[in-house]
């Protein structure tokens, strides 16, 4: 079935460092994938996607591109920020409107 | 302002107690899904519905009911029968023809 996997957190940095959270999917066809971001306390929101392999996903600095050839969606941002401390989740869309999330990363950012 | 509304934010009940949790959307969406949060696990499906008086069951849904009568409203009942239900509990919504999921600020059930 369709899964995602997505690297173990925490990931602590400091700001203005480089930030990668890893995410494969498994899944037939081809699905769009997600990066959603929870704060403490809050739900999920979009913080950006891809619908078709190749395609890059951008917001807020944050930059990730769908390889269809590694099956991979990796999130990316050049310099990070205290205020991206969050968790981030990678997802998948497939058939029937279902989602499917991984795990989480937790980044911790420290001035 | 659009959105999802679920209440209350923070639950607290007896085991051996149903309780049922609120989820509200105005945005007009077709489909609504509950999610189970739990540390270090992400986000599991419990139910998921595409049109109102219709749902099917995710992949966690032993425990829980549902009931979509409206299209604005999914409530999500946690059972007796549910034997961890102490977790954070997430609502969404999406439109049929959409990609993208809109999420509640959650409800955290506390069971004792």
């Known amino acids: 079935g369709d899964s995602v996997t997505q690297m173990e957190g925490p990931v602590t940095l400091s700001e203005e460092a480089f930030l990668t959270i890893n995410c494969t999917y498994t899944?037939?066809?081809?699905?769009?994938l997600f990066w959603y971001v929870q704060y403490p306390g809050e739900g999920l929101q979009l913080l950006l996607k891809?619908?078709?392999?190749?395609d890059k996903g951008s917001n807020k600095g944050f930059e990730a591109t769908y390889r269809k050839e590694t099956t991979s969606f990796h999130l990316e941002k050049g310099s990070v920020q205290v205020s991206d401390s969050a968790v981030y989740f990678c997802?998948?869309?497939?058939?029937?409107?279902?989602?499917?999330f991984g795990s989480g990363t937790k980044l911790n950012v420290k001035p | 302002d659009g959105g999802i509304t679920q209440s209350p934010k923070y639950l607290f009940r007896k085991e051996g107690q149903n309780v049922t949790l609120s989820c509200e959307q105005n945005?007009?969406?077709?489909?609504m899904y509950w999610y189970r949060q739990d540390p270090g696990q992400g986000l599991r499906l419990i139910y998921y519905?595409?049109?109102?008086?219709?749902?099917q069951k995710g992949d966690i849904a032993e425990g829980y009911s549902v009931s979509r009568e409206k299209k604005e409203s999914f409530p999500l009942t946690v059972t007796s029968a549910q034997k961890n239900p102490t977790a954070f509990y997430l609502c969404?919504?999406?439109?049929?023809?959409?990609?993208?999921?809109?999420f509640g600020n959650g409800t955290r059930l506390t069971v004792t």
């Open positions: 891809a619908t078709k392999a190749d």
């Open positions: 899944a037939t066809g081809y699905p769009s």
């Open positions: 997802a998948l869309r497939h058939n029937f409107n279902k989602f499917y």
């Open positions: 945005l007009n969406h077709d489909a």
């Open positions: 519905s595409q049109i109102v008086n219709d749902f």
């Open positions: 969404a919504s999406s439109m049929a023809d959409r990609e993208t999921l809109i």
